[in-house]
């Protein structure tokens, strides 16, 4: 069986996706939105990693192992960001450092 094959066509469109993003992600920086900066930044980060993963990497024309392999570091990913920011969150709970 062989995999769909991604045409250029497909490839110079996720390109220009990408490009897109970009130009978009830098706008970004540029308008004072408060906290949603940083959210509305790491959604478009998001969707240009899927977009190189699924087309560039060819993880969309993949057996199932590969989607378990890429579904599994996206759970670790999110573990160790959840780690990471309960660290961070908690860090001025206590009144004296170290104790």
């Given at each position: 069986?062989?995999p769909?094959?991604?045409?250029p066509?497909?490839?110079?469109?996720?390109?220009?996706?990408?490009?897109?993003l970009l130009l978009?992600?830098?706008?970004?920086?540029f308008?004072?939105l408060?906290?949603f900066?940083?959210?509305i930044?790491?959604?478009?980060?998001?969707?240009?990693?899927?977009?190189?993963?699924?087309?560039?990497?060819?993880?969309?024309?993949?057996?199932?192992?590969?989607?378990?392999?890429?579904?599994?570091g996206?759970?670790?990913?999110?573990?160790?960001e959840?780690?990471?920011l309960?660290d961070?969150?908690t860090?001025?709970?206590?009144?004296?450092?170290?104790?």
């Amino acid at each position: 069986m062989t995999p769909p094959p991604v045409t250029p066509r497909i490839l110079l469109f996720v390109l220009l996706s990408l490009w897109g993003l970009l130009l978009l992600t830098s706008l970004i920086g540029f308008v004072n939105l408060g906290q949603f900066n940083i959210v509305i930044a790491v959604a478009i980060a998001v969707v240009m990693a899927l977009l190189v993963a699924g087309f560039y990497m060819h993880a969309l024309y993949e057996g199932k192992i590969v989607h378990i392999i890429f579904v599994g570091g996206i759970v670790w990913f999110l573990i160790m960001e959840t780690l990471t920011l309960g660290d961070f969150m908690t860090r001025g709970w206590l009144p004296f450092p170290g104790k």
